[in-house]
């Protein structure tokens, strides 16, 4: 069965400055891997996603995530943060079922 | 286009009764997933369903049940409520069945007393 770790369950981050979340994954075949944010009391929004092909992929809100199958990880990343990026983050993979696995998620928390 | 609906938004419950929850996908979308996200985690599955059929199954048990009708749209019942059902119910919809891109709603709360 596949799941998901997220190592870091917070992480506080100046406006402005870089922002990672890490992600790794346990799954034996090729996975498909997903980034969601989630703001309080509201649903999950999906950043991202890796079927195939380009390892590097690009999403919404100037986000974007490198596959590494070696590493088995799909880190996001965020070159400059802005305080509306404060929320919580899950990754997810699937595994060509039906089902999403998801990881604890990581708060992100903006500072001025 | 409309995204996912869900209703209620809030629900409170005692323990012992029973709750139904109502999704409904996008539209074109023939498959609906429920999750259930506990404070603090990240969503679990609970079930999958596909042309009205259920497609999948999460570790949960018999109280939790679900249907899909003719228009796609979808309920989750849960029977006999406990405290830890408590939880935020999601529902998310995708074209197909299968390792599609999931997209979510906004969720319903649940509290138990």
């Known amino acids: 069965a596949q799941s998901v770790t997220q190592p870091d369950i917070h992480i506080t981050v100046s406006e402005g400055a870089s922002l990672e979340l890490r992600c790794n994954y346990s799954?034996?075949?090729?996975?498909?891997l997903f980034w969601y944010v989630q703001s309080p009391g509201q649903g999950l929004q999906l950043l991202l996603k890796?079927?195939?092909?380009?390892?590097l992929v690009q999403g919404i809100k100037g986000f974007e995530a490198e596959f590494k199958r070696s590493q088995s990880s799909f880190n996001l990343r965020k070159p400059s943060v802005h305080w509306s990026d404060a929320a919580e983050y899950f990754c997810?993979?699937?595994?060509?079922?039906?089902?999403?696995?998801f990881g604890a998620g990581t708060t992100v928390t903006v500072r001025a | 286009d409309a995204g996912v609906t869900q209703s209620p938004t809030h629900l409170i419950k005692t323990r012992g009764q029973h709750v139904t929850l109502r999704c409904s996908p996008i539209?074109?979308?023939?498959?609906v997933s429920w999750y259930q996200q506990v404070l603090g985690q990240g969503p679990q599955f609970i079930f999958q369903?596909?042309?009205?059929?259920?497609?999948g199954r999460g570790n949960f048990p018999d109280r939790f049940s679900a249907r899909q009708f003719p228009n796609y749209s979808s309920e989750l019942n849960v029977n006999a409520l406990l405290l830890g059902d408590s939880a935020l119910y999601l529902c998310?919809?995708?074209?197909?069945?299968?390792?599609?891109?999931?997209?979510f709603g906004p969720g319903t709360r649940l509290l138990v007393l």
């Open positions: 998310a919809s995708s074209l197909r069945r299968g390792q599609e891109t999931q997209y």
């Open positions: 799954y034996g075949a090729t996975p498909y």
């Open positions: 890796y079927f195939s092909g380009d390892t």
């Open positions: 997810a993979v699937g595994a060509g079922d039906y089902k999403l696995s």
């Open positions: 539209s074109g979308h023939k498959s």
């Open positions: 369903y596909y042309e009205k059929e259920e497609r």
